[in-house]
Structure formats: structure tokens, C-alpha cells
């Protein structure tokens, strides 16, 4: 199996910066593309940031030039630089495996890790 473990969250105030990060242990045979979403209490958990492999990234537009999303294949690793920090974003983190392989065959295991609480006060 695999496990996402998230980390780097905590309380900052507005206009601070957090650096989360995500580790993936278990059957992990290489990972093409994973994601970081977010979820704000009462509301859907939404896309804040995908990459591939080949460093294509996207962002949702509220984040767009104040977070970066990074990979770090040979760790297995995914990280969000959040700088410029608002309350608005303010929400649990999850660390989303979006296409990770666990053989060479192309079998697939998608999950989320346990998330980060990001807190930013005005």
C-alpha cells in the first residue's frame, strides 16, 4: 500500500508564508502527477494545485502567483510554497496522489494523505 503523510501547516498571519509538504512511503514505483487540494470549513474541497512529472503546472485562479507547487521525484515528495498568505485561505490541506504507479506494469493507486490545518489570522 501506500501512505501520503502531509506537513508544514500551522497559524501565519496575512501576508506570511507556510511550505507544505507531502511524502509518499509504501509501494511506490514512480509518481507522474499529484495535487494539493484544500477544504475551508462548510465548503467542497477544491483544487488548489496539480504538476506532472514534466513540471506542467496549474493552479486555481485565487492562488495563482502566490503559490508554487514543486515535485521532487527521487523523494517521492510533493511541496506548495504559499507566500503572500490570506485568510481566505484558510482550510485543511490534503496532498492528493494523482497518477503514482506501484509497479512497472501501470497499476495505479490514488488516495489522499490525512491533511494540514492552515490557519491565516488578519
Known amino acids: 500500500q501506500v501512505q501520503l503523510v502531509e506537513s508544514g501547516g500551522g497559524l501565519v498571519q496575512a501576508g506570511g508564508s507556510l511550505r507544505l509538504s507531502c511524502v509518499a512511503s509504501?509501494?511506490?514505483?514512480?509518481?507522474?502527477?499529484m495535487a494539493w487540494y484544500r477544504q475551508a470549513p462548510g465548503k467542497q474541497r477544491e483544487l488548489v494545485a496539480h504538476?506532472?512529472?514534466?513540471?506542467?503546472?496549474n493552479y486555481t485562479d485565487s492562488v495563482k502567483g502566490r503559490f508554487t507547487i514543486s515535485m521532487y521525484n527521487a523523494k517521492n515528495s510533493v511541496y506548495l510554497q504559499m507566500n503572500s498568505l490570506k485568510p481566505e485561505d484558510t482550510a485543511v490541506y490534503y496532498c492528493?496522489?494523482?497518477?503514482?504507479?506501484?509497479?512497472?506494469?501501470?497499476?495505479?493507486?490514488w488516495g489522499w494523505g490525512q491533511g494540514t490545518q492552515v490557519t491565516v489570522s488578519s
Open positions: 492528493n496522489a494523482d497518477r503514482l504507479l506501484i509497479d512497472s506494469y501501470g497499476s495505479t493507486w
Open positions: 509504501g509501494s511506490v514505483f514512480s509518481i507522474e502527477s
Open positions: 504538476i506532472t512529472s514534466g513540471g506542467v503546472t
